[in-house]
């Protein structure tokens, strides 16, 4: 048994029922054998790297619009802050549980090294779901939250932002409590804030951009481009809506989306016109997608098989294949699927919505295959540029940013590329994202001694 073999042993030994996070730590510790070989010094490390620093459980009561009690549950994980402030989302999801945010977190500390940005690891949220709820809940509710959270937060202690669940409008309720607790306006504290309050521009569409930055730089190293290349997107939210407008802007060609009721193939292409149709309907209408297949013709519609699966939508013919909804979606059978229909390139919109047998089979079909740490770091970079928007007291315009976010995703690409080819796995950015986020770690830990 090598030693790698033996702490990932005793993280399952200490926690036995979180199959989410073995599974992330599994994934990382794979790509480190030969960084031992060359570092042996660094096993100490990577004994603490899994381990979070600090995890924090509490109660949220709240009272509902019918005046009856509630109770969930509230966590926050800061995972690793060798090299900044902790940094990392919050979700508000009735599957939320300490598996799933310490999967989270723990990829969050490398996500957040290979932006360049000096930013630690963290994750957060609650088994609390928005949907169905009033504001007026969905304010006492993270009113509630802060309550507790405020006093382990801070711009340079722990800096949380969005994630599922948690939007402009749970942002504002916190940092409005927030702002009332600590009695001073620190802008700093949280990220995707409203314009008017020191939010950034492109924040919203910031992880889908990213997410297509990164996967053009990954085609034009085949000499390929998303010019005249059809594209299947998983998901219907956020990041899978803007990935998709930029997809259209660099001259590709959408067909697939998916919610948790079902999913379209519109095979002449989701055009700028049927997406401003998908973004009212999902943002506004709160509508599901079987709507968008009875209002344009040709499309058609598939129910989908209880959530996260999406079946049948992977064997869409396709050039490029982004998975934007949500852990695990895409499993080995669906990956040869679209190996067998030789799709180019795959990028995880969303954190690990491939299985391992997944990412597998797109390795062994010689698939360009980005993993999420690295494609999906746009919407972690550009909550960076904000904090430092906030530290100037000044705010950059749309240009800027994506400038600055564009540039963060092509260094993200030629570090794990780069890196890879370092260590003989030319095109393995699995094994590229994993070595090169911890390497950076794993220097500032060694430096800061044993803490």
């Keep these: 048994m090598s030693v790698l073999d033996a702490i990932y042993d005793k993280v399952v030994a200490r926690d036995p029922n979180q199959p989410e996070f073995h599974q992330a730590v599994k994934e990382v510790l794979e790509s480190l054998e030969p960084v031992i070989e060359a570092h042996p010094e660094y096993i100490s490390i990577i004994e603490r790297v899994v381990e979070p620093e600090r995890l924090i459980h509490f109660r949220v009561p709240w009272v509902d619009d019918a005046g009856v009690i509630q109770v969930n549950?509230?966590?926050?994980?800061?995972?690793?802050?060798?090299?900044?402030?902790?940094?990392?989302?919050?979700?508000?999801?009735?599957?939320?549980?300490?598996?799933?945010?310490?999967?989270?977190?723990?990829?969050?500390?490398?996500?957040?090294?290979?932006t360049g940005l000096p930013m630690g690891g963290g994750k957060g949220g609650s088994d609390f779901n928005p949907k169905g709820k009033s504001d007026g809940e969905v304010m006492r509710f993270c009113q509630s939250f802060m309550m507790e959270l405020w006093r382990h937060i801070g711009h340079n202690c722990d800096v949380p932002a969005g994630d599922i669940g948690v939007g402009g409008r749970e942002i504002g309720y916190m940092f409005g409590m927030y702002r009332r607790l600590q009695n001073e306006f620190q802008g700093g504290v949280l990220t995707g804030k409203g314009r008017s309050y020191g939010g950034s521009r492109i924040r919203p569409e910031a992880t889908g951009y990213g997410l297509v930055y990164f996967a053009r730089e990954m085609l034009a190293t085949k000499g390929k481009s998303f010019e005249g290349a059809t594209v299947s997107i998983s998901g219907s939210g956020n990041v899978a809506q803007f990935a998709c407008q930029k997809v259209l802007y660099l001259g590709g060609i959408?067909?697939?989306?998916?919610?948790?009721?079902?999913?379209?193939?519109?095979?002449?292409?989701?055009?700028?016109?049927?997406?401003?149709?998908?973004?009212?309907?999902?943002?506004?209408?709160?509508?599901?997608?079987?709507?968008?297949?009875?209002?344009?013709?040709?499309?058609?519609?598939?129910?989908?098989?209880?959530?996260?699966?999406?079946?049948?939508?992977?064997?869409?013919?396709?050039?490029?294949?982004?998975?934007?909804?949500?852990?695990?979606?895409?499993?080995?059978?669906?990956?040869?699927?679209?190996?067998?229909?030789?799709?180019?390139?795959?990028?995880?919109?969303?954190?690990?919505p491939c299985t391992p047998e997944a990412v597998e089979a797109f390795q062994k079909g010689g698939v360009l295959f980005a993993p999420g740490k690295a494609s999906n770091a746009g919407g972690v970079a550009t909550s960076g540029l904000e904090m430092s928007q906030n530290s100037l007291r000044m705010s950059w315009t749309r240009k800027e940013v994506d400038e600055k976010l564009e540039a963060i995703m092509i260094s993200i690409h030629k570090n794990a590329y780069r890196t890879a080819k370092k260590y003989g796995r030319e095109g393995d950015y699995v094994f590229g994202a994993n070595v090169a986020g911890f390497l950076k770690i794993a220097e500032a830990m060694q430096a800061q001694g044993v803490v």
Excluded at 79 to 101: M, T
Excluded at 104 to 109: D, G, H, R, W
Aim: hydrophobic residues 40%; negative net charge.
């Design 254 to 352: 959408p067909v697939t989306m998916s919610d948790s009721s079902g999913w379209i193939h519109d095979p002449a292409g989701i055009t700028h016109e049927k997406l401003d149709y998908i973004m009212d309907l999902k943002n506004n209408r709160r509508g599901r997608l079987s709507e968008y297949a009875d209002h344009f013709d040709g499309v058609e519609y598939t129910v989908a098989e209880p959530e996260p699966s999406v079946s049948g939508l992977w064997n869409i013919n396709v050039d490029v294949a982004l998975p934007c909804a949500t852990q695990n979606e895409l499993d080995g059978e669906e990956a040869k699927m679209l190996v067998a229909n030789k799709v180019i390139a795959v990028a995880e919109g969303a954190n690990m």
């Design 73 to 114: 549950r509230g966590y926050r994980i800061q995972f690793n802050g060798a090299i900044g402030p902790y940094k990392g989302g919050l979700r508000f999801h009735p599957s939320v549980n300490a598996s799933i945010l310490k999967f989270l977190a723990f990829e969050q500390i490398f996500k957040n090294s290979l």
